[in-house]
């Protein structure tokens, strides 16, 4: 079983998935939507990875933070969540996002996720909040949601005409903070002295 990738981003396929080379070996990983937007070819990466194995195929599934995967593998053991439906939802909603969204009982926002109705909104209500560990993952994401940031500040400076490799050294020097605003005020101050 493959627990966890670490590489070079070789090339990205829509929609979410990635081949990222370890040790000369390329392997294809499906990630979230966040996590695809921080991966541009030839940068270093680290994964954790679910490896989901069926009789006709063997897919990886990959996640920035080990709190990202934990809330993956409960999605995929709840009744009616295939691996796909889980990665909507994650490409939805952050593990603190999907608690704040079921301990407020909010079953309207579950039907943002393609593929989820009312009905399947209301069940799946039910089975997270007797599923999901609540408070661990209130606590852990810290690191989850340093990575949305990122990739916030990343998304904005390419619309705004950055380069790739512009972004990559501007993000490289960032001091990492949970506040995208800042992040893009620090990088844009940074590659505007680069450009004069």
């Known amino acids: 079983m493959i627990g966890s990738l670490r590489g070079i981003v070789l090339e990205r ?87 704040t969204v079921v301990t407020s009982g909010d079953t309207q926002a579950l039907t943002v996720v393609p593929g989820v109705g009312k009905k399947t909104a209301e069940r799946l209500m039910i089975e997270l909040k007797s599923r999901l560990n609540l408070e661990g993952i209130s606590a852990v ?12 500040v990343r998304e904005a400076l390419t619309a705004l005409g950055y380069g790739p490799e512009e972004i990559r050294e501007a993000m490289r020097q960032l001091t990492t903070a949970d506040d995208a605003e800042t992040m893009l005020r620090d990088a844009l101050a940074m590659l505007g002295a680069r450009r004069a």
């Open 13 to 99: 396929f829509t929609p979410s998935t990635v081949l990222i080379e370890v040790a000369g070996v390329g392997y294809l990983c499906s990630v979230t939507t966040s996590t695809f937007a921080e991966l541009e070819p030839t940068v270093s990466v680290f994964l954790h990875v679910h490896h989901h194995i069926r009789e006709d195929a063997q897919t990886l599934f990959g996640f920035s933070s080990r709190v990202e995967r934990d809330t993956f593998n409960i999605l995929i053991a709840t009744h009616g969540i295939g691996p796909a439906m889980a990665m909507a939802i994650l490409s939805t909603y952050s593990p603190t996002a999907l608690v």
């Open 141 to 152: 994401d810290a690191y989850g949601s340093v990575q949305s940031a990122a990739a916030d």
